[in-house]
């Protein structure tokens, strides 16, 4: 039979999808359901003395209002509880009353029709007592700043330590040291589906919502938490979903959908509740990527050499921790990029502020981290006179490498070989026929990075993932169904699961049938994040194939199997030294960048990116090429146009009018994937996650390459044209 892992095969969701079959959760309508709509807080920071929601209770079609006294346990939060469901009084939790960012959920009103929710949610009235504004993440961290959360004592949420060697002596024998400053931006997720979901009453008396997510199985756990119910009481099912990159998983509509739904029920009223949220909600009330500020000194000998590094980072979390910790515990590791470094000191903390919430976003803290190891280590190649590509070579983590935690890396190591990939074809390029020239004033540049990236959770955060498989027919395997809890976010994870499942126990892929992304028939999955989705679903689905398969043999019929799937164990970081073992698996990317850049306007555009990526095996080489592209062209929205403003925490670009994202006209001229297959060891047929690999080292590619344009480096970005002529000394 023809292999299928390795094949380009459609996915199985492209038809549905292209003729709008699909359905999303905003184009899901259940027969009698009401609307509901959610009154935000709109200030970033204060305490509700109360809510008289009188006037919008007696308006004609309204079903309900709830607030903070109706919400059972008032809290939630994925790593650690500190957020209400609903801000106000009445609440079973301390300091439930206060608002500490605009996007807070206050209340909500269920309606007859949307309008008419919408016209009540304004008739709320809600009065405020206005406290002390933070915006300044550093100025969050003095004694005397005002304390979003005055239980936690401090507007720091974590610190991490990292000390390997003897950091000032070997700047003592440093031949040449860098120092920068680096501040990275906020980013919107910008996916193309707004927060929209439905809850209601199933069939077995769960209370259900349907929903855009990443992890229904968290999903589930969050809801029972916040209601005070069984976790079999709950049930989540994601239908399709447009887009996620992180913005969907934390909480948005998942808890109050189930609340309303729930208390309804209670009331005597067993109607399906939906919601939709406009743009400009979906921009204001769901987290943004950490913006950073980074403070690092490198120090090399005269042969480029590497001894030291030491970093100081700072994120901020705006005014709840949602993901903040994990993020900062990768941007800890990455932030002294993929080398070997004797000597290393790191401090980090991620802090609470007034600004928008921040969490999750493809990469995790990496692009932050890589943005100013990358700088790093373009400005020492330029000190010392080397080729940029020549100093990584020197450096580079191999097989056996100490990491900045003090433990080696997970034998797979390939980032040697992928640097070498990505020069050898950009010095290809470079040495092709010299383009037409243009206006004099326009310049051009390359630029490279490169990175490593963690597959699976990091630092001692429990890990698993779950599938069942099921065997019909009599003599032969008729059919094949797979129960699998995985999200598909558009990444095609669900037609690899299947390409999984079809090899493994030798069938065409049309014999494999896929239930997916319901907690009443998937085990817990773990979520779509992090790149494991493919490594560790293909090998839960391979583990579940192969039990399935020895049953089938010994003439069960059906046969059915269940196998959870478990990585090597990860260890949290020693306080005192940040001694651990991070992660069990990694992915490996170089990119090199040519842009050219208009001196007179400021414009920079790309014209030529290389990516090349270890994916280990490329289970769909089409979907990875994917991949790969839609990567690079967020990271270069994230690089050079997406410019979000936030002003005494309030966001003043909260429209895609104001916010701008890449269009057909600002992507790169061209995007080349080199997709390389370095086995990892423990992968599904040596299949590595990628999705967020393509996106880390980009940004400091381009601002490499508009330094070897311009002569000027750019330690903060968007790299706006504003930006870019202020850097050239023009305005």
């Known amino acids: 039979m023809t292999k299928i892992v390795g094949k380009s095969v459609t996915r199985l969701d492209a038809a549905a999808k292209v003729t709008g079959e699909a359905l999303y959760p905003g184009d899901i309508d259940l027969p009698e359901q009401a609307h509901m709509k959610i009154l935000f807080a709109g200030r970033p920071h204060a305490i509700i003395k109360s809510i008289d929601a009188s006037q ?11 607030t903070a006294k109706d919400v059972p346990n008032n809290e939630y939060g994925l790593i650690m509880p500190d957020q209400p469901v609903l801000c106000g009084p009445g609440s079973n939790k301390p300091y439930a009353e206060r608002v500490r960012w605009i996007g ?3 209340a909500i009103v269920v309606a007859e029709t949307e309008a008419i929710a919408a016209q009540a949610r304004d008739l709320i009235k809600v009065d405020y007592e206005d406290l002390p504004v933070v915006t300044d993440m550093l100025a969050a961290m003095e004694p005397d700043a005002p304390l979003l959360h005055p239980d936690k004592g401090s507007n720091v949420i974590l610190r991490y330590r ?7 002596a070997a700047f003592a024998q440093s031949d040449v040291i860098v120092e920068g400053v680096y501040d990275t931006p906020m980013q919107e997720h910008a996916y193309l589906q707004p927060e929209a979901g439905l809850g209601y009453i199933d069939e077995e008396g769960r209370v259900t919502v349907i929903v855009g997510g990443q992890w229904t199985h968290e999903d589930q ?3 029972a938490h916040a209601l005070n ?15 996620a990159f992180g913005g969907r998983e934390d909480m948005s509509v998942q808890i109050v959908l189930a609340m309303a739904a729930w208390r309804l029920a209670e009331r005597g009223i067993n109607r399906p509740v939906k919601i939709i949220w406009t743009r400009e909600e979906s921009m204001f009330a769901h987290h943004k990527r950490h913006p950073y500020h980074i403070r690092t000194r490198w120090g090399a000998d005269k042969t480029g050499k590497l001894l030291a590094a030491e970093v100081e980072l700072y994120a901020d979390a705006g005014g709840y921790a949602y993901t903040s910790t994990k993020v900062q515990g990768n941007a800890t590791l990455m932030c002294t990029g993929p080398y070997e470094i004797p000597n290393v000191k790191v401090d980090s903390a991620s802090i609470y502020t007034n600004n928008m919430v921040t969490g999750a976003f493809r990469g995790f803290g990496g692009p932050q981290g890589m943005f100013a190891a990358e700088q790093q280590m373009n400005k020492l190649a330029e000190k010392l006179g080397l080729d940029p590509v020549e100093i990584r070579r020197r450096n580079l983590i191999g097989e056996g490498s100490i990491l ?6 997970p034998k797979g190591v390939s980032m040697g070989p992928v640097v070498e990939k990505c020069a050898g074809r950009m010095e290809e390029l470079q040495n092709r026929q010299p383009a037409q020239k243009s206006h004099p004033a326009v310049k051009r540049g390359w630029g490279f990075a490169c990175g490593f990236k963690n597959v699976g959770f990091s630092f001692g955060a429990p890990e698993q993932c779950m599938a069942t498989v099921e065997l019909r027919g009599n003599a032969e395997i008729e059919k094949a169904i797979l129960y699998h809890a995985g999200a598909e976010v558009g990444q095609g994870a669900h ?3 299947v390409q999984f499942a079809a090899e493994t126990l030798g069938l065409p892929m049309e014999k494999v049938e896929l239930v997916a992304s319901d907690t009443a028939t998937s085990g817990n999955s773990g979520s779509v994040s992090a790149s494991r989705m493919t490594f560790m679903a293909g090998n839960a689905i391979k583990g579940a194939c192969e039990l399935a398969l020895e049953k089938w043999q010994n003439e069960e019929r059906p046969a059915t199997a269940t196998y959870q799937y478990r990585p090597p164990r990860t260890t949290p970081m020693d306080p ?9 698996a990694y992915g490996y990317v170089a990119e090199a960048v040519e842009v050219e850049v208009d001196t007179e306007t400021g414009q920079v555009r790309l014209l030529n990116v290389i990516c090349a990526d270890d994916v280990g095996k490329a289970v769909n080489p089409q979907q990875v090429q994917g991949q790969i592209e839609g990567a690079v062209v967020q990271a270069a929205g994230y690089a050079v146009l997406e410019n979000m403003i936030q002003r005494d925490g309030y966001l003043l670009t909260d429209k895609l009018s104001t916010y701008l994202i890449p269009t057909v006209l600002d992507i790169p001229e061209n995007v080349e994937s080199l997709i390389l297959e370095y086995a990892d060891p423990i992968g599904p047929y040596g299949a590595r996650g990628m999705g967020e690999m393509p996106y880390l080292p980009l940004t400091p590619a381009i601002t490499a390459a508009v330094h070897a344009a311009t002569g000027v480096w750019f330690d903060e970005f968007p790299l706006t044209p504003e930006r870019v002529l202020r850097g050239l000394g023009k305005i």
């Open 162 to 168: 990292v000390r390997k060697g003897d950091v000032e």
């Open 221 to 223: 756990e969050q809801i």
């Open 404 to 409: 900045s935690v003090g433990t080696p890396l």
């Open 104 to 106: 807070d959920q206050v």
């Open 495 to 497: 037609t690899a699961f």
């Open 56 to 66: 919008a209770e007696s308006l004609p079609g309204v079903l309900a209002v709830f």
């Open 229 to 243: 119910l069984p976790l079999e009481q709950v049930r989540v099912i994601y239908p399709a979903i447009g887009g």
């Open 576 to 584: 005192e030294t940040g001694k651990s073992e991070p992660n069990f």
